[in-house]
């Protein structure tokens, strides 16, 4: 029965462990929520809270949904992970109501792993294998962001905006498992001639994800058999997070700006592996800049997600080194259209990972600005 432990390493561990943490805050729960959205804001390092005015900032500050207040815009974006193992898709729309007083947003995110091997009945019950018993199931998260935005002052040097997100995330493991899960997010953003100011608190009511499990009589047997617990149900809480961010624009000439970020990451789920780690506290920054060639053209890069790790080569897993995320991007933009392109590396060690992210944007309509 040994050669079950496979499936054991990919579900029930995890599963197992989340029963043991009901009630509790997870480290690092929903984390898919994440990634990020649009490859103009990963090409920058994922720093956005203070500088997101289009249809993304449904998901990085839901206040500079207020911005968009002429036509509607909506975007889209995919990227793959890990050799193609993971895929993750963005889709948003912005849609500005009482003649532009108010915006309102909609974004769906999914993050998935297809063609997981479940080698539950590999083994038959004379010990020997079958292979042909070896099927194949997906693990998939979904997050569905409700935005709404409206400013609290619009004078030509000074907005001030606020804006929310109500969420709702599904989560599903083969026919094993499901979890349905529910958020708000609170956002304000301020914004001068050449300066600009944001804070997001995301999970303010704490985010909870209810799972359920669902296993047939004979994958019920089967986990009896190899002394597997067989879980019934159980609840994985998000704790509250807050960001800030301040962005600042520097005009060289009516062809060209650069566009400088940098935000902070605030959780208080426990100690994470980030740049400032704490038990009470752990702050993760983002740093990100962009060249703006008369309003068509844009070129980016931007640095995240330090963290310390064991170095390359070392045999005995006694040294360790910080390691973070560097990425470059560009972006293109005809008319209404805007096509954005991100290399992002996920390591910068010797055998670094690679994702390439493409991404759309479109508006319809004229605009006056």
Known sequence: MKYL??????VMGY????????????????????IGAGARALGMGGAQVASATDVTAGYWNPAGLAHVNETPEFAAQHAEYFSGIGKYDYIAGAFPVANGERTLGVSMLRFGVD????????????GSLNYNNITTFSSADYAFLFSYAQFLRND????????GNAKIIYRKVGTFANAWGAGLDAALMFRGQKWSAGIVA????TTYNAWKFHFTDAEKQQLYLTNNDIPVKSTESTAPSVQIGGAYNFEFSEKFT???EASLNFTFDGKRNTLISSKPISIDPHLGIEGNISNRVFVRAGIANFQRALKDGDTLNIKKTWIYQPSVGAGFKLGNVTIDYAFVNLANQSNPLYTHVF???FFLGQREK
Not at 5 to 10: A, D, Q, R, Y
Not at 115 to 126: E, H, K, M, R
Not at 156 to 163: K, P, R, V, W
Not at 202 to 205: E, L, N
Request: a negative charge; hydrophobic letters at 40%.
């Open 5 to 10: 432990k496979p499936l054991t390493f990919l």
């Open 15 to 34: 599963f197992a462990f989340q029963n043991n943490l009901q009630a509790q805050f997870r480290t690092y729960s929903n984390e898919f929520l994440n």
């Open 115 to 126: 063609d997981i091997p479940n080698t539950l009945f590999l083994v038959n019950p004379d």
């Open 156 to 163: 030509e040097d000074l907005q001030i905006s606020f804006g």
């Open 202 to 205: 995301k999970d303010i009511t």
């Open 258 to 260: 650069l566009s400088t």
């Open 359 to 361: 991404s759309l944007k």
